[in-house]
């Protein structure tokens, strides 16, 4: 990442597919090795588990483009901009530590 700063290097726009390349695999290596459990499954859960992972990689894959996307829009809003994502974070940050604190409840 710094060296996008430093280097003035541009976005590596196959970032998305990378990650849901490595996705893939490693859902695809987790689901081998359930596979050498004595217990077979019927063939209608298999390709009910395929339809799921092929699910996860797509929106995946569609959640990481959102960001590069945004990343390449020219937006110039100076301070209003900068203070609007702020708030943005914290407000994700306060969202995420409130649900968290919610889960550890439900499960005392």
């Known amino acids: 990442m710094l060296s996008l700063v ?3 290097a541009a976005i590596d726009t196959r970032a998305p597919v990378i990650g849901a390349g490595l996705l893939l695999m490693t859902e695809l290596a987790f689901w081998s090795i ?6 077979r499954d019927a063939p209608a859960v298999h390709l009910e588990r395929a339809r799921a992972v092929g699910a996860l990689v797509a929106g995946g894959a569609s959640v990481a483009t959102v960001p590069l996307l945004v990343s390449q829009l020219a ?6 901009l900068t203070a609007l ?5 914290v407000s994700v940050a306060i969202i995420l530590a409130r649900l968290a604190w919610m889960a550890r409840n439900v499960t005392s």
């Open 85 to 89: 994502g702020a708030a943005a974070a």
């Open 75 to 80: 937006i110039s809003g100076g301070l209003l």
């Open 6 to 8: 430093f280097a003035g």
């Open 34 to 39: 359930e596979l050498r459990a004595p217990i």
